[in-house]
């Protein structure tokens, strides 16, 4: 289990990575051509589908998270391929795709927070603002009222940056739950076993 809560941070953090690289570059020129920026978006909405594909194939145990990232992956990897093959007839649909993506990705967000509540973590809510502030990105994407396509994409830049910056502290505080309940659980199962030897002893 702990070797594939690893490769599942891994592939978080180097898409998250991807994220903010990508942001970098729509903030410093917004006005790259629109063909270009929209296979970079492409490129990167399928690494994010195939990680959350890799991670459903090392991570499945059946629970509802782990279906989401199968559906997740697929539906995500599949709008990205279609942005590389057909980059000029949906330029202008960008940030409609990406609104809806980030509207996804904020409500997996939610989910998290919900788990990190479960497992008592006392700053759950903060991830919870996180991924209800994605959704309302990804809200304003789809309605779009930006009228300049150099601030829209600044925009998007700006977001990028920040969800990647978000995904790495959540997986941080997700890793750092997980490695505290594995702390506990072996704490009490050494103390059931001294316990046990205890009672042989006697």
Not at 61 to 87: A, Y
Request: charged residues 15%.
């Amino acid at each position: 289990m702990e070797n594939i809560l690893k490769k599942i941070k891994t592939n978080v953090v180097v898409s998250a990575l991807f994220c903010i690289g990508l942001g970098i570059v729509l903030v410093i020129w917004p006005g790259a051509s629109a063909q270009a920026l929209c296979m970079a978006i492409g490129a990167v909405l399928m690494l994010t589908g195939l990680t959350r594909l890799v991670n459903y194939i090392f991570g499945r145990d059946g629970s509802l998270f782990s279906q989401l990232n199968l559906i997740l992956g697929i539906i995500i990897t599949g709008i990205g391929l279609w942005i590389l093959l057909q980059p000029k007839t949906i330029g202008i649909m960008v940030p409609i795709l990406v609104g809806i993506i980030f509207l996804i990705h904020g409500i997996n967000d939610l989910q998290q927070a919900v788990h990190l509540c479960k497992s008592q973590y006392d700053k759950w809510w903060v991830v919870l603002l996180l991924g209800l502030a994605t959704i309302g990105f990804g809200i304003l994407l789809i309605w779009n009222p930006f009228e300049a396509v150099e601030t829209l994409f600044m925009f998007i830049g700006f977001f990028l940056i920040y969800d990647g910056v978000s995904d790495i502290w959540i997986i941080s505080r997700v890793s750092h739950v997980a490695k505290i309940y594995k702390q506990e659980t072996e704490a009490v199962d050494a103390e059931a076993k001294e316990i046990e030897t205890d009672e042989t002893d006697a």
